[in-house]
């Protein structure tokens, strides 16, 4: 980098600092931490949180590659390093056991996620465009209260809503998953954060100046531009969803969703530990096949967004 445009961008000072640099061998743009490459350091941590990160699905298959007999000699450490084809024989009783259908269980907890997660995204970014972007009486107190809403244990309003739940007649239905979740106070706090640096009042203004309404300026203008910010939200919702298991088990009877497939895999009296750790990794995979799929393009889009932003 070139003295003479540190002094136009930077000032005399900066430029005088820079010679001086290059003149002990270090130029500036040599010291710049964005040409730098990561050290060991960094490569040691990032390896770090890898294992750690991919150590519990690691264990469930290993588990699951095991007999009850093999894990308990085990004495908590690992039966063996690589999985058997034990493994599939469990994947297979899983798959075929007649205590409930797992494919049914799959397509409900598909369902709930998918739908869950596409509307948290279009309510929480509507609200958080209204929030963010337009003037009207009472607003910071109504979104005061919604953000108060999140201290708030979800524990505490599980007896209120499942006499909501039960009065509806939606006990036992995937309603009763999927209308509590339509939208949620983290949803309109994240994208009332996102809108407020990343949208400029001029695209809304310049859409009201060419006639355009508010729904059409927020399909149009504001839905386009929270993209980076919807994607990370729908894919925590969705892994949120796909994960939850206590509502779940309190308001559903016969219908299953895919982490409440594993308590039934245990006997009453007896239980196969390695064929409940199979159902563990089976619970978990989907949502690894997902992030496999997603992460790409879900970091190019926080990235694209920070970068506009």
């Known amino acids: ?102 494919w049914i269980a799959f397509g409900n907890s598909v369902l709930v996620a998918v739908i869950v997660s596409a509307s948290v995204v279009f309510f929480s970014t509507l609200a958080g465009f209204s929030f963010s972007k337009l003037r009207f009486r009472g607003r910071q107190a109504l979104y005061v209260t919604v953000i108060a809403t999140m201290v708030i244990p979800a524990q505490v309003g599980t007896i209120p809503l499942f006499v909501m739940m039960n009065e509806f007649g939606w006990i036992d239905s995937l309603l009763a998953l999927i209308v509590p979740g339509l939208v949620g106070a983290f949803g309109v706090f994240w994208m009332t954060q996102y809108l407020q640096e990343a949208l400029p009042y001029e695209l809304i203004e310049a859409a009201r100046v060419d006639g355009a309404s508010m729904i059409r300026t927020f399909w149009s203008i504001a839905l386009p531009s929270a993209r980076p910010a919807a994607a990370t939200l729908a894919l925590f919702t969705f892994i949120g969803s796909w994960n939850s298991f206590f509502w779940p088990s309190v308001v559903m009877r016969s219908q299953l969703t895919m982490p409440l497939v594993v308590p039934q895999l245990r006997g009453a009296f007896t239980s196969d530990t390695g064929l409940v750790m199979a159902g563990v990794f089976l619970v978990a995979a989907p949502l690894l096949l997902v992030l496999l799929l997603a992460g790409k393009q879900l970091v190019s889009g926080v990235m694209a967004g920070a970068v506009k932003g």
Do not use: D, H
Request: without cysteine; proline residues 6%.
């Open 1 to 102: 980098m070139s003295t003479g445009f540190i002094e136009n961008t930077a000032g005399r000072s900066a430029a005088k600092f820079a010679k001086k640099r290059a003149a002990r061998g270090r130029p500036v743009g040599a010291g710049n931490p964005t040409s730098r490459r990561p050290g060991w350091v960094s490569y040691a941590l990032l390896v770090v949180v890898f294992v750690v990160s991919v150590f519990p699905l690691y264990a469930a298959a290993i588990y699951g590659s095991s007999t009850t007999t093999e894990i308990t000699r085990a004495f908590g450490s690992l039966p063996r390093w690589l999985p058997t084809m034990r493994l599939l024989e469990n994947f297979g009783q899983v798959f075929s056991s007649e205590q409930f259908s797992f």
